[in-house]
């Protein structure tokens, strides 16, 4: 659309009379041809000037820039249809052709700008877009548009370590410029790292500033860490504490949010200054501690699931968030249990008491023996002294042997309860592990779980046997069982083994005790005197020279009573001449 040309004529002019409108158009004819012929002089080709849309075709775009003529541009090289009026800026590559037209390009204009904000953004560290086009060496290659490109730096090119460098292809993105030329050549490089973190914080300090404690926010599960997960709240992290995913117990953050999801959280805890933001998902309900004793009381028997096994018990959750410890004392009223993992195992699904609790701390003492009987209670009933019983050994000591009655209820045998008359050292030569003897209750005491076994008391005791039959002096046989520096030890009937002391050996005065030592052996067999007799302590002692001198007494006895058949006694003057003749052969 040409402009008008200088010369046309304009209609009838409202500033003088009728007669003089040829005076005033020769007037405005040399006015407009000054100005038409100023703006010549003033406009350069290769200028970028502004001008104004003045109409718009289908391809084409017409625009003022106050010269003779307006310029043509292609609609093409407008990203979006312009309107009437819009500005414009142009580059006049020719103010007048050959056909009387001005030439002017947007395209150049564009890219004279471009270049223009490029190097203002560059002075004054202001941003610029672009789009991250393609992976090369070392980063990336970002086209700025108006065919420019620039390398952007991996490192520069996000905040976190990138593991797929190819995620970022095809983002749109402000960056820095930190450097237009190298050597004298164009070598442009930019930075998206730096605008991130200022984006980022920004954003935290918008956080800081309008989000209050106790407010809702939508994060993402970012990351895990051994305490809890990174919540990207936007660009900046909040942390979910393993303490704030659950009232309950929570043993690893993967177990409660996985990576990736979208999830509601409470603000708990704000640190501008350090810049920390605490999150929560438990405060969404009430702490379960409030209502405990409306739910909960002492010696009540509840189902709970075993959360964490530890040295000394098992941890048990009653609810989530209520969890008390079974002290591995309170496992089992009759087991040494050594490991709470022999009794229980984590996940599984258990009875227990509850046997105190204190709300302040948050901790509830829980028995699993309780929900069962004490056999202990009643063990006397079933186990009454004088009870007699066949059992295994299931354990021997240097001093006894256990004896399983039932399950987790064992009895002790002692080694003197083994014998009556045998003196037993070592039990374990008498008795063997997984062997089935009979024994008797001889004691039992149920509050301090004792129970006391014996083996010998199933007989008759053969000391009191042998006090009854045998007195102080009495005539008795037996075998020489053992010898020993003070004596011999003579094992008569019944099993009873007496003591018949050196200084009681010899059988004559002429001989010494030692003497009397050496003539005895090992299973001889000898006639003694009993001499004392302690069935309590199951000692006796006898001798065999008061069994001779008594054997002499009533030798003499009997020769002095004797009839020598002409009516004489025999006097103790014969009794001598005889044994002295006796003697003499």
């Known amino acids: 659309m040409d402009k008008v040309e200088v010369g046309t004529e304009f209609g009838p002019s409202d500033t003088g009379p009728v007669d003089g409108g040829r005076k005033s158009d020769a007037n405005i004819q040399t006015q407009l041809q000054e100005e038409y012929l100023k703006s010549l002089d003033s406009a350069e080709e290769g200028q970028l000037v502004e001008g104004a849309v003045v109409q718009v075709r289908d391809d084409?775009?017409?625009?003022?820039?106050?010269?003779?003529s307006e310029g043509k541009i292609p609609r093409a090289e407008f990203s979006e249809v312009p309107n009437i009026g819009d500005k414009v800026w142009v580059v006049l590559v020719m103010k007048e052709n050959k056909h009387g037209e001005v030439i002017v390009s947007k395209q150049k204009a564009d890219v004279k700008l471009f270049w223009k904000n490029l190097r203002q953004a560059f002075q004054d560290h202001t941003l610029v877009e672009g789009v991250i086009e393609k992976l090369v060496k070392g980063g990336y290659d970002f086209n700025l548009g108006y065919d420019t490109h620039a390398f952007l730096p991996i490192s520069q090119s996000d905040i976190q370590k990138i593991d797929k460098p190819e995620k970022l292809l095809g983002e749109k993105t402000p960056v820095y410029v930190e450097r237009l030329y190298s050597d004298g050549k164009q070598n442009i490089v930019v930075n998206r790292r730096k605008w991130l973190e200022e984006?980022?914080?920004?954003?935290?300090?918008?956080?800081f500033e309008n989000t209050p404690i106790g407010s809702d926010v939508i994060g993402v599960v970012k990351s895990y860490t051994s305490f809890g997960a990174f919540i990207d709240l936007g660009g900046f992290d909040g942390l979910l504490?393993?303490?704030?995913?659950?009232?309950?117990?929570?043993?690893?953050?993967?177990?409660?949010v996985k990576r990736g999801q979208e999830i509601k959280l409470k603000v708990i805890r704000l640190d501008p200054n350090e810049k920390r933001i605490n999150l929560s998902i438990k405060h969404f309900t009430d702490d379960p501690w409030i209502h405990f004793e409306d739910k909960y009381h002492v010696n009540d028997i509840r189902?709970?699931?075993v959360t964490k096994i530890t040295d000394f018990g098992a941890f048990i959750e009653l609810e989530e968030g209520i969890e008390g410890l079974a002290h591995i004392s309170e496992f089992s009223w009759v087991k040494k249990v050594q490991k709470p993992e022999d009794m229980v195992s984590i996940g599984a699904v258990v009875e227990c008491m509850i046997l105190?609790?204190?709300?302040?701390?948050g901790r509830v003492s829980l028995g699993l023996?309780?929900?069962t009987a004490n056999p202990w209670a009643t063990v006397h009933e079933r186990y009454p002294v004088g009870t007699r019983i066949s059992r295994k050994v299931v354990k021997i000591t240097n001093v006894g042997a256990f004896i399983e009655l039932e399950e987790g209820i064992d009895g002790f045998l002692h080694a003197d309860d083994i014998s009556w008359t045998k003196k037993v050292k070592r039990p374990g030569s008498e008795l063997q592990v997984g062997q089935e003897i009979e024994v008797m209750v001889i004691a039992l005491e149920k509050d301090n779980r004792n129970i006391r076994l014996g083996v010998k008391q199933l007989t008759e005791d053969p000391w009191k046997t042998f006090a009854s039959t045998y007195k102080q002096g009495s005539f008795i046989e037996g075998e020489v069982s053992s010898i020993t520096d003070f004596g011999v030890f003579v094992r008569v009937p019944g099993g009873i083994e007496?003591?018949?002391h050196k200084s009681n050996l010899p059988e004559n005065s002429g001989e010494t005790p030692d003497e009397a030592m050496k003539k005895y052996h090992i299973g001889d067999k000898v006639k003694a005197v009993v001499l004392e007799i302690q069935p309590d302590k199951q000692k006796a002692a006898f001798s065999i020279r008061d069994y001779q001198r008594k054997i002499q007494r009533e030798e003499v006895s009997q020769y002095m009573s004797s009839d020598t058949g002409d009516?004489?006694?025999?006097?103790?003057?014969?009794?001598?001449k005889s044994k002295k003749g006796e003697d003499g052969k």
């Not at 009516?567 to 001598?576: F, P, V």
């Open 60 to 68: 084409q775009v017409f625009v003022d820039v106050n010269l003779k």
């Open 199 to 207: 984006d980022i914080e920004r954003k935290r300090d918008a956080f």
């Open 241 to 256: 504490h393993l303490n704030d995913m659950s009232w309950g117990h929570v043993n690893r953050p993967k177990d409660f």
């Open 303 to 305: 189902k709970g699931k």
């Open 356 to 361: 105190g609790y204190d709300l302040q701390a």
């Open 369 to 371: 023996k309780q929900v």
């Open 498 to 500: 007496g003591l018949v």
């Open 567 to 576: 009516g004489s006694k025999i006097t103790l003057g014969d009794l001598l």
